[in-house]
């Protein structure tokens, strides 16, 4: 019996470690899709209906991030992000304002959502109590640059996904605690996204000693 116990709590420990590592890479993922934007449709990313005559590369829209938020502590809602070339040249001179110009929007097509595994959940460092939060990761139209801007503690619904272009939310990080939900009872790690991150490398996991979960 103390075999098998011993067996089943090791299971679970590498269950748990699993479901942190993987919500590590769909978030680092985001950064790969923003980098080598793929539109595997033949129609305009724009329109959701492949009916509209609105080919590729012949109108002023243009694919330019992804958008990550919480549904609850163990969904995560992921979907593109689209923007429209400005009429006249744009004077800004920073990628804030750059893509404020290109009047930002949920994509019609493209949504994933991601369950947390092994029934694993995101709860609020210290507090444990569930975590909501938003991230979204663009490309600036001019620099190519990518920007990381995040609100910790608000699902920003789709409509209101252009608010989030902001410098204070370029400075704001996002530290997610991964619950194991009873699947064991040691030290807890946590996913830390650090305050605009312009590439995979910034998503780290934070173990025990330092996750503060």
């Known amino acids: ?19 942190v590592t993987s919500l590590q890479s769909v978030l680092q993922h985001q950064f790969s899709e923003v980098s080598n934007v ?23 829209c243009v694919i330019l991030g992804r958008f990550i938020t919480t549904t609850d502590s163990h969904k995560l809602l992921i979907k593109s992000i689209i923007g429209y070339i400005p009429d006249a040249q744009t004077a800004s001179t920073n990628d804030v304002d750059i893509l404020k110009d290109y009047s930002i929007r949920i994509s019609p097509s ?6 947390m595994e092994w029934g694993s959940s995101i709860v609020r460092p210290g507090a444990g109590t569930p975590m909501v939060f938003s991230m979204l990761t ?13 609100d910790p503690n608000a699902a920003i619904a789709d409509t209101d996904v252009s608010t989030l272009v ?12 991964v619950n194991a939900n009873g699947l064991f009872t040691g030290g807890k790690s946590a996913i830390f996204v650090t305050a605009n991150a312009t590439s995979a490398t910034g998503v780290e996991t934070l173990g025990e000693a330092t996750s503060g979960c």
């Not at 019996?1 to 479901?19: E, F, P």
């Not at 493209?110 to 369950?115: A, F, L, N, Q, T």
């Open 1 to 19: 019996m103390g075999v098998l116990v011993g067996a089943g709590t090791s299971i679970n420990i590498q269950r748990y470690h699993d479901s």
């Open 166 to 177: 902001s410098q204070n939310a370029l400075l704001q990080s996002v530290k997610a605690c």
């Open 138 to 150: 663009l490309r600036s139209p001019i620099s190519g640059v990518l920007r990381t801007f995040v």
């Open 110 to 115: 493209g949504s994933e959502v991601y369950d």
């Open 38 to 60: 793929s539109n595997d449709s033949l129609s305009n990313p724009c329109y959701g209906d492949s009916s509209v005559n609105n080919p590729r590369g012949q109108s002023d």
